[in-house]
C-alpha cells in the first residue's frame, strides 16, 4: 500500500493519530461518502435481507460508529465531520433523506409490475379528475368576469346615449 493509500486501511487509533490531518480528514469524509452512499443504494433497491440498517444508520452517532474493513467503512469519534451544519452538510442533508426513506420502509422493494402500474393509473386518474375540476372552476370564472364585463360596457353605452340625449344642440 503506498502512502497515499494508507489512509484507507484498518488501523489503531494510534496509527489514525499519526496521520497527517489531511489525511485523517480525507479517511473520515471519504467513509461518509460511502456510507451515505451505501445507505441510499438501500433506500432505493432493498436493504439486504437479515440486515437491520437501523443498527448502522437510524442516528449520526450509529452512522459515526459503523465499522466495516470489507467495505472500507471507518468510525470515528468527533461529532464535527458529520454535523448538520458542517462541512459535509451536504453528504448530511442525503444521508437524512436515505435514513426517513428506510424509516417509513418506502425502500424500493420489488413489486409486481401490474402493482406499480395499477398505482400510476389510479395517481393519473386523480390528477385528471382535479385538471377537470379545476378548468370548470375557470370557466365558470370567465364567465362571471365576461358577464361583468358585459354589463359594464352596457353600463356605459347608457350613460353615453344619456349623455347625447341630453346634450344641448348646438347651433
Sequence with gaps: MSDEEIWD????MAEFKRLDPALQRKRIDTSLMRKVAELQRWAAKGVPQGFDW??????????????????????????TPDHPRGR????????????????VNRSAT??????????KVQALELQNILLIAEKSSLEMRLRRAEE????KDSTVALKRKRRKANALPSD
Design 9 to 12: 486501511g484498518e488501523m489503531t
Design 54 to 79: 437501523r443498527k448502522v444508520g437510524s442516528s449520526r452517532v450509529k452512522l459515526r460508529q459503523w465499522h466495516d474493513p470489507k467495505k472500507r467503512l471507518w468510525a470515528w469519534s468527533d461529532d
Design 88 to 103: 459535509n452538510r451536504g453528504l448530511i442533508a442525503k444521508w437524512r433523506k436515505a435514513r426517513d426513506l428506510l424509516r
Design 110 to 119: 420489488i413489486r409486481p409490475v401490474k402493482e406499480v402500474l395499477a398505482e
Design 148 to 151: 361583468i364585463l358585459s354589463i
